[in-house]
Antibody, heavy 118, light 113 residues
Framework: QVQLQESGPGLLKPSETLSLTCTVSGGSTRSYYWSWIRQPPGKGLEWIGYSDYSGNTKYNPSLRSRVTISVDTSKNQFSLRLSSVTGADTAIYYC????????????WGRGTLVTVSS | QSVLTQPPSASGTPGQRVTISCSGSSSNIGKNYVFWYRQFPGTAPKLLIYKNNQRPSGVPDRFSGSKSGTSASLAISGLRSEDEADYYCAAWDESLSGHPYVLFGGGTKLTVL
């Protein structure tokens, strides 16, 4: 059973860079598409983007200029970097994975709240 | 930017059949598969329907999805109290040439009366 766990700072100041890591256990990072999705408190879901292990990425156009998603197969982790954050980036950030081939299933982390405040 | 429109709320009584709509456009639902996610309060979302009407293993057949043109629907039959949750539709959007992305609907809060 694949398990995901987000980690990273929970509080940032405006203009700083958000950096989150998702640690994967029970599966190989080479076998999945890895995504980040966020949810402002009390609001809906927003897709941030995804990457596979080879660096094939797709990003939400509204965030593309500020976001980088990368996969570290040696550590079985993938990460999110979002630069120049503002209060609008305050949200619960979820990491998620789905197999590239085979059975359709999705795995999610529990989510981590990131607050941007001066 | 494109949008997927869902009703903010829906409700039904136990045993009833309820449907949740998701309206999009030719750049998303009109040309791509629709996915549905369920999210219980305080937890991560979970895939409920993929490729318009397919259920991942473990999802009961009380849940069904359909798509017609630029709209999609999620139907829940034999409504149960444990179905009370937020439901989101999603689809790939190709409105920006060469830069497809996943678009989520605004979500529908389902209340079981």
């Amino acid at each position: 059973q694949v398990q995901l766990q987000e980690s990273g700072p929970g509080l940032l100041k405006p203009s700083e860079t958000l950096s989150l890591t998702c640690t994967v256990s029970g599966g190989s990072t080479r076998s999945y598409y890895w995504s980040w999705i966020r949810q402002p408190p009390g609001k809906g879901l927003e897709w941030i983007g995804y990457s596979d292990y080879s660096g094939n990425t797709k990003y939400n156009p509204s965030l593309r200029s500020r976001v980088t998603i990368s996969v570290d197969t040696s550590k079985n982790q993938f990460s999110l970097r979002l630069s120049s954050v503002t209060g609008a980036d305050t949200a619960i950030y979820y990491c998620s994975g789905e197999p590239i081939f085979g059975v359709v299933v999705d795995y999610w982390g529990r989510g981590t709240l990131v607050t941007v405040s001066s | 930017q494109s949008v997927l429109t869902q009703p903010p709320s829906a409700s039904g009584t136990p045993g009833q059949r309820v449907t949740i709509s998701c309206s999009g456009s030719s750049s998303n639902i009109g040309k791509n598969y629709v996915f549905w996610y369920r999210q219980f309060p305080g937890t991560a979302p979970k895939l409920l329907i993929y490729k318009n009407n397919q259920r991942p293993s473990g999802v009961p057949d009380r849940f069904s999805g359909s798509k017609s043109g630029t709209s999609a629907s999620l139907a829940i039959s034999g409504l149960r109290s444990e179905d009370e949750a937020d439901y989101y539709c999603a689809a790939w959007d190709e409105s920006l040439s060469g830069h497809p992305y996943v678009l989520f609907g605004g979500g529908t809060k389902l209340t079981v009366l």
